[in-house]
T-cell receptor, first 113, second 110 residues
């Protein structure tokens, strides 16, 4: 928080729809990350980006897509191919390089109806 | 593949107690380890970051230690308060990505 914004806070989706979650930062950090959190569990990495116009798959990228056209923005699209999308989605930022420290946004709770 | 385990999964203590949360990881080749706090329905707040070359870090009533060779970290909370009630997560960084434990849900009773 304090420079990392995620919107919306709550999102409802019908089955078969694509939805896009927003993550914006004004802290000038190079690296941005998307994580998924299921109830009572830790976080799992979906995608990350260390530089504009480049991104890498994490552990659970299937059914998700991202773009990094601007340093400040890293939107996540949850596609209809994602079989179980109901979860809490967290965006993080960090300094580039191996020793980076990550800071998290407030999250978006996605529910599929 | 790195695996991170946190024990216990849940802990309930009376106010004022000192307590220790445990985090273990399977691959000692890490760059750093972070401890986070998460309140229900909220994002993660970074508490402490320990670089691989360090043994411990302190912030107020919190002290985190790291024993990289044995794959262990502990978070010590002194004089616990009801406001400390939250889920505590540890995460290890083995190069640009964090691997998280499942968290310890802490309840401090007045």
């Amino acid at each position: 928080d304090g420079g990392i914004t995620q919107s919306p806070k709550y999102l409802f989706r019908k089955e078969g729809q694509n939805v896009t979650l927003s993550c914006e930062q004004n802290l000038n950090h190079d690296a941005m990350y998307w994580y998924r959190q299921d109830p009572g569990q830790g976080l799992r990495l979906i995608y990350y980006s260390q530089i504009v116009n480049d991104f890498q798959k994490g552990d659970i990228a299937e059914g998700y897509s991202v773009s990094r056209e601007k340093k400040e923005s890293f939107p996540l699209t949850v596609t209809s191919a994602q079989k179980n999308p109901t979860a809490f989605y967290l965006c993080a930022i960090g300094t580039s390089g191996a020793f980076n420290e990550q800071f998290f946004g407030p999250g978006t709770r996605l529910t599929v109806l | 593949k790195q695996e991170v385990t946190q024990i216990p999964a849940a802990l309930s203590v009376p106010e004022g107690e000192n307590l220790v949360l445990n985090c273990s990881f399977t691959d000692s080749a890490i760059y750093n380890l972070q401890w986070f706090r998460q309140d229900p329905g909220k994002g993660l707040t970074s508490l402490l970051l320990i670089q691989s070359s360090q043994r411990e870090q302190t912030s107020g009533r919190l002290n985190a230690s790291l024993d990289k060779s044995s794959g262990r970290s502990t978070l010590y909370i002194a004089a616990s308060q009801p406001g400390d009630s939250a889920t505590y997560l540890c995460a290890v960084n083995a190069g640009n990505m964090l691997t998280f434990g499942g968290g310890t849900r802490l309840m401090v009773k007045p």
